[in-house]
């Protein structure tokens, strides 16, 4: 399988670069290609693990391609369909492109082209191939709450720090962590910034071993504080990141991929988005700032406020052991199957299968291989070896 | 005409579709070979999603694999998710009996394939299957290498259902064997993970898997919480196979089969399996009551040995909580006494040919015994490609 993390200088080096896109901006398309599948995916009830997956195939893609040639928000649709597919949560595409229509503007479901059905499907082979068909993704959710099953302390401390851990899992999607750690490297900085910001001090953890200094070390190794600090740092960039007024708009876009060397030409004639400014930022803090040594301040984001997951998935009390939510292969979320699980509604494309039995049902006799008559009384198989 | 036209330059996308093939055709994917690196030689089969070609690597013609071309014609739904499950349960599995996924190879689009690009999963070639091997009778399996056969299968399973992986399609000719007389279990599309139910919600998983002649009372009945007992039924009847050659409940119909089933191992009732009258389809479907079990009865003039006549009695149980897991059924004494399980490259060594299912003639035509080299028919091809599939 290929190697999926890249470290900074790959990060700067990535087609888009090639093809003359800023660093800022390309960070800036990551972060929206990102939103945009987190906000479809939860307002299609899909859940974090498959929206997850979703972002993550979205940032190998384009380690491969280029912002320039691929517009980012068929690419998004099109890693949230596979993602459904592969996280056993499927979604038809037409709905996603339904959902898609709904949240975007006019100017950016433009690139979705004229049969915006048949252009995510195209990508879909391209995605398929660009990713190796490596499918299986793991995220830092199933860490973190692993971990957090280990800390003790304060119950209602622990468990505010968990969900602030939480979001921030899910807003680090937003960036290019997904290509540079491992998730459980990404589950120990958060839930240490988390830890911090909450003031939530782990004195003690189950399974504590003399040699261990810090309570990750049981999970991880050669973790830096340095690392962690920069990890946590990425995250927190996301808040500080000033809201674009004059929305620079989506890749400078070309009518054709020839004439990628000419790039200020086409932003007028393409006419994409220069008209609102982009997904809205985080709104300003609306929880005041906590001032705290070593981490910069910490305006809590109002960003990906989908609580769904976290609140599902914790007992209120935090008594019993949190229900570890299901685990990126396949298995069905708790509960009732979701409404695509069940018998497909008329003329929908998942349609149940007819079929013929495996082998002909017209069974000759013979003194060799003859099977039971079925509506007979057993008789021998095969006539057993005298 | 004019805001149309204007619509339009909006909405050009960065490249057309057209343009968009030509660059995946001229995009070198470094991790997705093309498929051009092999030589189709037979076409061996008909899986769950497409047909199974028999080919030799171009730069190594001693290497031959076997290519599943996933058929992506009538999905309106993109990749199939059967095609995606397989391959990402089969790269989760490694193990000497599960077929090995070498890779995935994507054959370029062309004018032939009007511009769609098709994909095949690249799996090590395995000589024969296990339905191709029983339906030929000049291959003869002597006891100590029907327990080889049996080891490997349970390996197989024990190793899969560790992994929680249910395989879901059970049947001969979803076991291969290589010339060596390693086997292998195939044709994982419809196989799927599962959990133990540790939240205390009952799984849904679809019932219409698994070829009817290999399907479990319980599916049978309508059961959607099903788990690892479902493979070691079908393990059961290949397992029987072994000694009669022949599939040992041949229904037409769910009905039939589970009449079958009632038959060989006795009426289907709560007091042999409690909980049963819970099940979906318990009311609905015609059991025969006052039926013995008969399964060593019936089955000992074939096998003849005591001990494999009570494995195969401990796991074609209805109740699949009492049936044999894979684990229990590899400690049984069928395993562990003469004659012990022994290899099968000797036996296998005799046969040159290549034994497929798909390639044999009817398996109940006395006629054909021999190993014919032509082609099924049409229709033959459609009935093996026979599957529920999974929603």
Not at chain 1, 60 to 84: I, K
Not at chain 1, 142 to 147: C, F, G, P
Request: charge should be positive; aromatic fraction near 10%; charged fraction near 20%.
């Amino acid at each position: 399988m290929p190697c999926w993390y890249y470290d900074k200088k790959e990060l700067r080096n990535t087609p888009s670069a090639l093809d003359n896109i800023e660093y800022d901006t390309e960070m800036r398309y990551r972060k929206e290609g990102a939103r945009f599948i987190i906000d479809t995916g939860s307002k299609m009830d899909l859940g974090y693990n498959t929206t997850a997956t979703g972002v993550v195939y979205f940032h190998r893609f384009y380690m491969f391609h280029s912002f320039r040639q691929f517009p980012r928000y068929v690419t998004a649709c099109c890693c949230l369909f596979l993602a459904g597919k592969v996280e056993e949560t499927p979604k038809k595409c037409k709905d996603i492109i339904k959902t898609a229509r709904s949240l975007l503007s006019d100017a950016k479901f433009a690139t979705f082209g004229e049969d915006p059905k048949e252009e995510v499907m195209t990508l879909e082979r391209i995605l398929l191939q660009t990713i190796k068909f490596d499918l299986q993704v793991e995220h830092p959710y199933s860490y973190l709450i692993r971990y957090a099953k280990c800390l003790k302390g304060d119950k209602a401390k622990l468990q505010k720090m968990v969900q602030m851990a939480w979001t921030f899992v899910n807003d680090s999607l937003c960036t290019t962590l997904a290509l540079q750690w491992e998730p459980e490297i990404i589950a120990v900085a958060l839930m240490y910034l988390a830890g911090k910001l909450s003031q939530f001090e782990v004195i003690d953890w189950v399974g504590r071993v003399n040699k261990h200094l810090r309570w990750w070390d049981m999970f991880v190794e050669d973790v830096t504080m340095d690392l962690l600090e920069d990890i946590c740092h990425q995250v927190l960039d996301l808040y500080s990141q000033p809201t674009p007024t004059t929305a620079p708009d989506s890749p400078p876009l070309l009518p054709r991929p020839a004439q990628t060397t000419q790039p200020s030409s086409s932003k007028t004639a393409n006419g994409q988005e220069k008209e609102k400014p982009e997904v809205p930022e985080p709104n300003p803090p609306s929880v005041p700032a906590v001032s705290i040594p070593d981490v910069p301040t910490y305006p809590y984001p109002p960003s990906f406020t989908t609580t769904a997951p976290h609140a599902s998935a914790y007992p209120p009390a935090y008594t019993n052991p949190p229900v570890v939510p299901p685990t990126h292969i396949a298995a069905p979320p708790p509960g009732p199957p979701p409404p695509h699980m069940a018998g497909p509604p008329p003329g929908v494309p998942f349609t149940p299968y007819v079929a013929p039995p495996h082998y002909p049902p017209v069974v000759a006799t013979g003194p060799y291989y003859a099977p039971t008559p079925p509506s007979q009384p057993h008789r021998p198989y095969y006539p057993p070896p005298s | 005409m004019q805001p149309r036209e204007k619509t339009h330059s909006h909405s050009h996308p960065v490249m057309t579709l057209k343009e968009k093939e030509k660059y995946i055709e001229n995009f070198k994917f470094p991790f997705c070979d093309d498929s051009a690196k092999y030589e189709k030689v037979a076409k061996i089969g008909q899986g769950t999603f497409g047909e199974v070609f028999k080919a030799k690597e171009k730069a190594n013609s001693k290497k031959l694999v076997a290519m599943k071309k996933v058929l992506m014609d009538n999905e309106k739904e993109g990749f199939p998710i059967t095609a995606l499950r397989e391959i990402r349960i089969l790269q989760r599995l490694k193990h000497e009996n599960v077929v090995n996924l070498i890779e995935i190879c994507h054959k370029r689009a062309s004018q032939q394939n009007k511009c769609l690009s098709t994909f095949y999963l690249i799996f090590e070639f395995c000589e024969h299957d296990l339905a191709g091997l029983l339906s030929n009778i000049n291959v003869k399996f002597n006891l100590g290498e029907i327990k080889k056969v049996m080891q490997q299968l349970l390996n197989g399973l024990y190793y899969i259902h560790s992994n929680k992986i249910l395989h879901r399609d059970m049947k001969a000719a979803n076991v291969l064997i290589t010339k060596n007389g390693v086997l292998k279990l195939a044709d994982f599309g419809l196989a799927r993970a599962f959990s133990a139910n540790k939240n205390g919600q009952p799984n849904r998983f679809t019932n219409r898997v698994v070829t009817l002649w290999y399907r479990p009372p319980e599916l049978l009945l309508g059961e959607r919480n099903y788990g690892p007992p479902v493979d070691l039924w079908g393990a059961g009847c290949i397992m029987a196979e072994m000694w009669t050659r022949s599939p040992i409940m041949q229904g037409n119909t769910e009905q039939q089969q589970l009449t079958l089933i009632s038959q060989l191992c006795g009426s289907i009732t709560p007091a042999v399996w409690p909980g049963v009258e819970n099940l979906e389809l318990y009311k609905q479907m015609e059991l025969p009551q006052q039926q013995k079990r008969k399964v060593k009865d019936r089955l000992k003039p074939y096998m003849k040995d005591a001990y494999a006549c009570d494995l195969l009695d401990k796991l074609l149980v209805l109740d699949p909580s009492k049936r044999a897991d894979a684990d229990t059924a590899l400690n049984h004494d069928f395993f562990w006494t003469d004659p012990m399980p022994c290899d099968l490259g000797k036996m296998l060594a005799q046969h040159s040919q290549s034994m497929f299912e798909f390639l044999a003639p009817p398996r109940r035509s006395r006629t054909h015994h021999t190993m014919a080299n032509q082609r099924p028919t049409t229709s033959a091809m459609q009935d093996s490609g026979y599957q529920d599939r999974v929603f």
